[in-house]
């Protein structure tokens, strides 16, 4: 693993269904973050976490939920799917530690709620 | 509330420059970021102010004026490849990474 990878890369899932989407990042950062991004509008931020064993809940957390076992990985959980969550989704992760705390990037996830 | 403002599309040739605008008002500032996402990828850095001024790396440039909240992406010597969404967003008083919507480049040969 190099950076972070997200699975799936793509979802279409039934409405009322759970799903999770999985991030893992290999680069030790503390910080990591749940994001979505919807056409016309700015990435909105879910769920993050500043480090293992604690979570906040960002802009747009309601019908999600996250855990943060360790350092590596960040699953973001929908309890029971509805179309407006239709979207693509980010987790990206950073050093917060740095001046900068630059985030960076998985490939993201597409996901169709039908 | 919290607010970042840049246009939605811009439009240049190949071989010019061009500067993409970026206001805010934010809770607090703690930086600014500018980065370039190409259709269907993710964002991937740019560039990173923190301090008022002109930050050069290589073709692309970022100003910061806070007491404006002001800031604009430089990019210099188009190419094909920088036909890009570019995003501003700023780290507020939480720590906390505020997006714009971003700006749609559009490079013509």
């Known amino acids: 693993i190099a950076g972070i990878t997200q699975a799936p890369t793509s979802q279409i899932l039934a409405a009322g269904r759970r799903m999770t989407l999985r991030c893992t990042q290999d680069?030790?950062?503390?910080?990591m973050y749940w994001y979505r991004q919807d056409l016309g509008l700015g990435l909105r931020l879910i769920h993050y976490?500043?480090?293992?064993?604690?979570?906040g809940k960002g802009e747009v957390p309601d019908g999600y939920s996250v855990s943060r076992a360790n350092t590596d990985d960040f699953p973001l959980t929908l309890a029971s799917a509805v179309p407006s969550q239709t979207s693509v989704y980010f987790c990206?992760?950073?050093?917060?530690?740095?001046?900068?705390?630059?985030?960076?990037f998985g490939p993201g996830t597409r996901l169709t709620v039908l | 509330g919290q607010n970042i403002d840049q246009p939605t599309e811009m439009t240049a040739t190949e071989g010019a420059i061009v500067q993409i605008n970026c206001t805010y008002q934010t809770s607090g500032f703690n930086g600014l970021f500018w980065y370039q996402q190409h259709a269907g990828e993710a964002p991937t850095f740019l560039s990173y102010n923190v301090l008022d001024g002109l930050e050069e790396k290589g073709r692309f440039s970022s100003f910061l004026s806070r007491s404006k909240g002001y800031s604009y992406l430089l990019l210099k010597e188009l190419q094909m490849k920088d036909s890009a969404s570019y995003l501003c967003a700023v780290l507020d008083s939480n720590y906390q990474l505020i997006w714009g919507a971003g700006t749609k480049l559009i490079i013509k040969p």
């Open positions: 680069m030790r950062h503390n910080a």
């Open positions: 990206a992760s950073s050093d917060s530690d740095r001046a900068s705390n630059e985030q960076f």
């Open positions: 976490s500043n480090t293992a064993g604690t979570t």
